[in-house]
């Protein structure tokens, strides 16, 4: 019954977390022009924690959210996307509110990401809001 449990589970994380799934408050699998991705194979992940600036409004977080998740269909090396607000009870999120997890299948893929022209002007549309930042890149294992 245990590996009935853990079997379900697994089947239950996957699904969630494929293409397809929807983990976070908005998912885009751009499934018509992006394959699918080989779940087996490690990738690249690329975590964006925010914190805003005390005061800024809902609608100025909303074209931040907004302008993050367009760059999945405008930039091709993007391989998935998604994100979130933070609802741990834990209380040890320093302030951080929203979660972006963007995955690549490369080091080479990131490399296009972080200087393209579309990745810049999403920059320019959260730096006026932007209390801190913290990003964490890592494989999967």
């Known amino acids: 019954m245990k590996s009935l449990f853990t079997a379900l589970l697994i089947a239950a994380f996957f699904t969630s977390c494929s293409p397809g799934g929807n983990s976070g408050n ?10 699918l991705l080989d779940m087996n194979k490690k990738l690249l992940r690329h975590v964006v924690l925010i914190k805003f600036k005390e005061g ?6 909303a074209k931040v959210e907004d302008a993050f998740g367009a760059l999945e269909d405008k930039i091709s090396e993007i391989r998935g996307y998604e994100w979130g607000i933070n609802n741990s009870p834990e209380g040890a999120d320093k302030g951080f509110t929203h979660c972006f997890l963007v995955t690549f299948e490369s ?10 022209p579309d ?14 930042v913290l990003v964490v890149d890592y494989w999967t294992e």
């Open 26 to 35: 908005q998912a885009n699998t751009n499934e018509e022009t992006k394959p």
């Open 56 to 61: 800024t409004s809902s609608s100025d977080i």
């Open 107 to 116: 080091e080479e893929d990131r490399e296009v990401y972080l200087p393209h």
């Open 119 to 132: 990745h810049q002007a999403f920059v320019e549309v959260l730096t006026p809001h932007l209390e801190d």
